[in-house]
């Protein structure tokens, strides 16, 4: 008998090893000259065009990747992906079926940094393209190949790393729209390496005429900006081929995205329209797109960087009035959420806070979990079943997405928090940091457990609504008729439920009352911003047109004495 069971088991073994699925990927000699740091993904699509890199998404769409960790991967030498390389949305590569594959691999590189709290970590430095892994220059990149895979026989392939990203051109300076950038001290210090900050800036009608004029600053936080968004000096151009947008069941949207930036150069270059500077703020790092505007413990005093080194050498350069009454911020989604943040902890800095959709103001909506009542992020466990949670739905309430399903494709693109998306984000900028040097988790990425002593330390740091009411009296004067909310009430990634526990809040405010304002739009989805009289395909493209010209009017009810107002209104 135990013959038996030994020949059975060899056979087993040889069976195994003769239906091996292999897949090896080169790093050429003739890329690189030295050792590389970062993430392997394996991508497979089913679709018969476009290269899988572009094809990872939240929704039913979504093609599929696997990601792995490399050390010191040496050129000329390769490695081999199997099954504990995670997946998304299947999580092994043993669970592929048989098929028809395009296949193709990316390396998206990390650098090594040296920071001041003492911790090594390797993370992807953003290369000018706003943390995409998929664009980023200097990364490597497989060709697509077809394949014809099945499980049950043995399959080898290999794949060489021999494309590299090419660098982004850097935007071209025009009469009215300029760029800046500057090494950040305070960055530089905390990251152990040259770190910067920039801005696209649109200077006034009449700038360079009215030379002894000094004009107000208007922020616009979103996410990382190329160049300033929705300006366009010349008409829609009339041989452009019409796209197609199924999000908002459009074709032409393009088209009309050229014809609102035009209209709003007409607009801001006419008669009527308050002179202000506007900016756009590029603030990646190596975790996201934008720093979230704030101080954080691991991704350094942005918070502090932008407001006493970027936009002071903004206002001196473009003569700004440099002052904190004649400036105030507007922005949607992050930028709502780093909006309404940046006035609150520094709310002698900023004159006016204008935030549509923010981010979860209020921890209890942490999207559609409640991190300070509920035990597990993914699901809702009961007795004798678990209820997933959704993460993203349509203006009617269709669920495409799961709060799981969004942490998993994350989790596949970069372990310890550097996927350079959204949770992985909302992570590094409100947790304390882990003995690994990497951000502590909030919940477990794979099983979606809580910990609470993590949200304990988010509640008292960055819970807008939170420090908003614990810290009324102190800063409530300051505050006062500056806070504006806008959200639909069917925003796609559910941020509606948050307003709606500041609004109630933001209500009880006493000595002095908040005096603020909270609207929301009827079915509307992401990002809804207070406009009442156009879909939101159209008032998306409306930021600067729609909150400057509020601002100016609200000014001058909460400007100091003897201010000029007028100068800068010709």
């Not at 056979?11 to 292999?22: E, G, H, P």
């Not at 975790?287 to 954080?296: E, G, H, T």
């Not at 970069?414 to 940091?433: F, L, N, T």
């Not at 409530?476 to 439920?497: A, P």
Request: net charge neutral; charged share 25%; glycine share 8%.
């Amino acid at each position: 008998m135990k013959k038996q069971i030994a020949i059975v088991a060899l056979l087993l073994l040889c069976t195994s090893f003769l239906f091996a699925q292999t897949f090896e990927v080169m790093l050429p000699a003739s890329i690189s000259n030295k050792p590389l740091d970062g993430r392997l993904l394996l991508l497979f699509s089913k679709s018969t065009a476009g290269e899988p890199r572009f094809q990872i998404s939240d929704d039913e769409a979504t093609q599929q990747v696997f990601g792995m960790d490399v050390d010191q991967w040496k050129p000329g030498t390769k490695k081999q992906f199997d099954a504990s390389a995670f997946g998304y949305p299947v999580e092994t590569i043993k669970q592929i079926t048989s098929g028809n594959y395009r296949v193709q691999v990316v390396l998206h590189i990390y650098e090594t940094f040296k920071r001041k709290d003492g911790n090594i970590v390797k993370l992807p430095m953003d290369r000018g393209e706003g943390q995409h892994w998929n664009i980023a220059p200097g990364n490597l990149y497989s060709k697509t190949q077809d394949i014809k895979y099945t499980p049950e026989t043995s399959f080898k392939l290999i794949l060489n790393l021999d494309q590299k990203i090419p660098p982004i051109k850097e935007p071209e300076d025009s009469k009215y729209v300029k760029h800046i950038k500057i090494q950040s001290k305070l960055l530089t210090e905390f990251w152990g390496r040259p770190m910067y900050l920039g801005a696209h800036i649109l200077l006034p009608e009449g700038w360079e005429s009215h030379i002894n004029v000094k004009y107000p600053l208007a922020i616009y936080h979103g996410h990382f900006p190329d160049d300033f968004g929705g300006w366009r000096t010349t008409p829609p151009d009339e041989n452009i081929v019409p796209d197609t947008v199924k999000r908002f069941n459009l074709i032409g949207y393009n088209k009309i995205v050229q014809q609102e930036a035009y209209d709003f150069y007409k607009m801001w270059t006419g008669p009527e329209f308050p002179r202000v500077i506007a900016i756009e703020i590029q603030h990646a790092n190596p975790f996201y797109d934008d720093s979230y505007a704030v101080n954080s413990a691991n991704i350094g005093p942005y918070g502090d960087a932008i407001t006493y080194e970027l936009i002071p050498e903004i206002e001196k350069r473009f003569r700004g009035i440099g002052e904190g009454w004649a400036r105030f911020m507007y922005g949607g989604s992050t930028g709502g959420w780093e909006a309404m943040a940046a006035q609150v902890f520094y709310p002698d800095q900023y004159n006016g806070s204008y935030a549509a959709c923010p981010d979860p103001i209020d921890f209890h909506h942490y999207m559609t979990v409640d991190l300070y009542n509920h035990k597990n992020a993914y699901y809702a466990e009961g007795p004798f079943r678990k209820t997933p949670r959704p993460g993203h739905r349509d203006y009617l309430g269709h669920v495409n997405a799961m709060v799981k399903d969004m942490n998993f494709r994350e989790l596949a693109l970069g372990s310890k928090g550097r996927s350079g998306d959204q949770w992985d984000i909302w992570e590094a900028v409100y947790s304390p940091v882990g003995k690994d040097g990497y951000p502590k988790r909030v919940f477990d990425k794979k099983t979606g457990d809580i910990d609470k002593a993590v949200v304990d330390y988010w509640k008292e740091n960055f819970d807008l609504t939170h420090i908003v009411q614990r810290d009324w009296p102190k800063i409530g004067e300051k505050l006062k008729g500056k806070l504006h909310l806008y959200v639909g009430d069917m925003d796609n990634f559910y941020l509606n439920n948050a307003v709606y526990s500041a609004e109630d809040m933001l209500k009880k405010l006493s000595n002095p009352s908040c005096n603020c304002e909270v609207d929301y739009g009827d079915r509307a989805e992401h990002c809804w911003n207070g406009d009442h009289k156009n879909p939101n395909y159209i008032s998306r493209l409306r930021y600067h047109r729609m909150f400057i010209p509020k601002w100016s009017e609200e000014v001058k009810l909460r400007s100091p004495k003897g201010v000029d107002l007028h100068s800068w209104r010709y």
